[in-house]
């Protein structure tokens, strides 16, 4: 495994995919960028979030960590206060026994994860189950909703995803050492594979900030490219290879501050953590307006219904919240002007209120 992970990280420094960033003279996305990510599927952005804002999201997944409940089924924690996400109707917390892999190989999100990851042995005195993933996490951190506000991410969504873009979902990975669950191979996406309009970005992509970076060992893989070819046959990946190790595939490897864009198509998934090491990656998605409006929902992260304009300006309010909340934190930024809001005159200001309507928000997710 560790000959694995080696050759992996060789070959994931030289597909040129890497760096901060860029804009060019006119003030867009710099062409290179956009290259390097249709290329491959995905790119590392170097250093991107800065020591202050690293110790915000930290001091929240603390707290967010101090707040989960003292097992699976608990209404109350450690502390015998009211559990995280206690009161939710919407999913937020997803439980695996420690070093598993709780999708490869069931029906489970529509059977996309056919592959069964090795599930190594966890220590004796591990607990019974961890949480592994939070989903609609802005409503638990606002270092976390200021990321998704940061003005070069959106400048990126933008040049990807047009102008319009909209939300996808929003989630926070927890890769304990010696205990993080697998993500076992899978590509993301339902919705569009046999539509007439398909194409390499048809479903989206995702940002991934790392607040303590990633390795080999505990961070995402992916195959270059494979965004371009359509449903892929994993299990017939996986016969060829021998082993749930695919020889093409290549790991994200990135500092603290570093965040990568990942195409939602790509085939990707990640191996338990037996490292020594942390990985807590706040997850957050958007997609093209025209691959969402009028389109019924897939199902996975919601329940299924037409998105249409109404559902879908609902939902992109978050964009505005996010942007007003990082204005406040770091008021010497230039804050990103997201052109649905900017062309109606609509501010959506960031204050208790408007945290209020954050509780469930996820049940409005636009998954495809």
Not at 2 to 19: C, K, M, S, V
Not at 111 to 139: C, N
Not at 210 to 238: E, F
Request: charged content about 25%; aromatic content about 10%.
């Amino acid at each position: 495994m560790q000959d694995y992970f080696r050759d992996g990280a060789r070959r994931a420094t030289e597909l040129d995919n890497r760096g901060p960033v860029r804009f060019n003279a006119a003030g867009s996305i710099h062409p290179d960028i956009l290259e390097a990510y249709w290329r491959c599927g995905f790119y590392v952005f170097e250093g991107v979030l800065g020591a202050d804002e690293l110790a915000d999201i930290e001091a929240d997944l603390k707290n967010i960590l101090d707040r989960l409940p003292a097992e699976k089924g608990a209404t109350v924690d450690a502390k015998g206060r009211p559990a995280l996400g206690a009161d939710c109707a919407a999913p937020t917390l997803f439980w695996s026994k420690p070093l598993a892999d709780p999708f490869g190989g069931t029906d489970l999100a529509n059977g996309r994860h056919p592959v069964k990851m090795t599930e190594p042995t966890p220590a004796a005195d591990a607990p019974e189950e961890v949480v592994y993933l939070i989903l609609g996490s802005l409503q638990f951190s606002e270092a976390c909703l200021r990321v998704y506000g940061h003005p070069h991410l959106l400048a990126v969504a933008a040049a990807v995803n047009g102008p319009d873009f909209t939300p996808f979902n929003e989630a926070l990975f927890i890769k304990e050492p010696g205990r993080g669950a697998s993500v076992a191979w899978h590509q993301d996406g339902v919705t569009h594979w046999d539509s007439p309009n398909w194409d390499q970005g048809i479903h989206g992509f995702n940002f991934m900030a790392q607040l303590y970076g990633c390795t080999p060992a505990n961070g995402l893989w992916i195959v270059p490219g494979s965004h371009k070819r359509g449903r892929v046959d994993i299990k017939a990946m996986a016969r060829e290879a021998g082993s749930e190790r695919l020889p093409d595939a290549v790991p994200l490897i990135c500092a603290p501050g570093d965040v990568a864009i990942t195409n939602r198509q790509a085939l990707h998934g990640s191996f338990a953590n037996t490292s020594k090491d942390w990985r807590v990656t706040v997850n957050f998605g958007f997609h093209r307006r025209e691959s969402i409006l009028g389109v019924s929902g897939g199902g996975i992260h919601n329940a299924p219904g037409i998105y249409d304009d109404a559902r879908i300006r609902e939902r992109s309010r978050l964009i505005g919240y996010a942007i007003d909340a990082r204005r406040q934190r770091f008021p010497k930024e230039t804050p990103f002007d997201y052109a649905p809001f900017a062309e109606s005159g609509e501010r959506c200001k960031w204050d208790a209120a408007a945290k209020a309507t954050l509780r469930d928000y996820n049940l409005k997710d636009l998954s495809i």
